[in-house]
């Protein structure tokens, strides 16, 4: 059957009632937006596919066609945010177009630093993007500051051999923690091997974990308003069970999709994209489903890139035209096929699509449509301060789950880090928390 995956992560309204963001803001220097002399290929730079794979994925695939000679160059965040601010500020712009996710945009919309896409948005209607992420493309204003790229989430990957030890009455794709620790349990005691795993090494994503996952579930907070609330402090107790269950090389995994293909886990946690290579591979021994619930709902983060032009950008005409070609069906198609982020128009998804990108999809939908659904947005606003509201989660993991510290106490002590992070940006909340005047508050 044709499904427009799109509309499959339509989030609520909750979403829309707190991503707005002033329009004021410090301007750029005088002379900002200078265009570089414009010579060589277009410099597409991008907070996304950054590992080698990927990024050659995108260069010699996704890329290929593109009507414009493109330089594609991928960045961690941090640094994406400096080249950015600093060639903004410096008046000599080299980047044409931008890649990057719904919230690397919100600073350098709030410093004046990107161009208006509206007409572009307007001439591209019949792409069929999702009005949610129309809106959100807005960043609180009436004007479009990106065009919607890519979307993708994170589930739950299962080996076949892990059903039999499913606890009595649960429903794979209605999970609880609670379920989720017992099932953990039953597999160890049945194996005598932990098969739970999650990407805690240095370059996983069990951040996002607690920012989209645990903290929506437990707290109904994306992690900063009840980030030390009695709730929390439950939560991670109840995680502090979970990670006893689970793969001790859990501290190390990046991408699970590698423990899964060794038969290491057998239950992992992680984004989409670091899960379909063993969805590919083995996709009649794995089941991908939604991630579990807890009290306050089944939090999950959808992710939402987009593509804009840096004002005073030395290409913006050839930066448009591969707007327009990345956003064309048979490219959203190829990045879904290659990279396993889903479409953010109406693209539709062709009867040939591989078994194992079919299972993602259908996790994505049975997700996104579950009725405790809770999406959570990734951060907003922190710019090249990602890094530390990071560093946040991971030392409140690493303090209270691998040393065992009082939990309340590293509450208090992290979230008075996480609130100087906040008021250094000034960043507003972002949903599930509720919309704030002014920087974010930890309760």
């Not at 979403?15 to 570089?36: D, R, V, W």
Request: proline share 9%; net charge neutral.
């Amino acid at each position: 059957m044709r499904r427009t995956v799109a509309h499959l992560l339509l989030m609520s309204s909750l979403l829309l009632t707190a991503c707005g963001m002033p329009t004021s803001g410090p301007a750029a220097k005088e002379g900002a937006g200078k265009p570089a002399a414009s010579s060589g290929p277009l410099v597409f730079f991008s907070s996304q596919f950054k590992p080698v794979e990927e990024a050659e994925k995108m260069r010699q695939v996704i890329l290929t066609d593109a009507p414009v000679q493109t330089d594609y160059i991928p960045e961690d965040p941090g640094p994406f945010n400096d080249r950015i601010t600093a060639e903004q500020q410096a008046g000599r712009v080299t980047v044409s177009l931008i890649g990057g996710l719904h919230g690397d945009f919100a600073p350098f919309v709030q410093a004046g630093q990107m161009e208006d896409l509206t007409p572009l948005m307007q001439k591209l209607g019949d792409r069929g993007f999702p009005q949610t992420f129309a809106d959100l493309s807005k960043m609180g204003t009436d004007k479009n500051y990106y065009v919607p790229w890519m979307q993708a989430t994170y589930v739950l990957a299962i080996s076949k051999k892990a059903l039999e030890h499913l606890p009595p009455g649960a429903d794979v794709n209605a999970l609880t923690y609670a379920q989720l620790r017992e099932w953990g349990a039953r597999m160890q005691q049945a194996t005598g091997q932990r098969r739970l795993g999650f990407p805690g090494g240095p370059k996983g994503l069990i951040h996002r974990f607690f920012q989209g996952y645990l903290y929506p579930s437990y707290t109904g907070s994306a992690g900063v308003v009840a980030f030390k609330s009695p709730e929390a402090a439950q939560m991670w107790q109840e995680f502090k069970a979970i990670w006893e269950v689970s793969n001790p090389a859990s501290a190390n995994y990046e991408f699970m999709q590698e423990p899964l293909l060794a038969d290491e886990v057998w239950v992992a946690w992680d984004h989409t994209a670091r899960l379909i290579n063993a969805a590919r591979e083995k996709p009649n021994e794995m089941l991908l489903v939604p991630a579990p619930a807890g009290p306050k709902g089944r939090g999950f983060m959808p992710v939402i890139a987009g593509l804009g032009v840096p004002k005073g950008a030395p290409n913006r005409a050839g930066a448009e035209q591969v707007i327009e070609y990345m956003t064309q069906p048979k490219q959203q198609v190829a990045t879904l096929r290659e990279l396993a982020f889903f479409p953010a128009t109406s693209a539709p998804i062709p009867e040939d699509l591989s078994p194992g990108v079919r299972l993602e999809a259908d996790a994505v939908a049975k997700q996104a449509q579950a009725k405790d659904a809770m999406p959570s947005l990734l951060p907003i606003g922190l710019g090249g301060k990602n890094g530390e509201f990071n560093k946040v989660y991971l030392d409140t993991f690493n303090l209270i789950v691998l040393r065992g510290q009082p939990i309340q106490q590293v509450l208090e002590e992290q979230g008075k880090i996480l609130q100087g992070i906040i008021d250094e940006t000034k960043a507003a909340c972002w949903p599930p928390d509720p919309k704030s005047d002014g920087p974010c508050k930890v309760r």
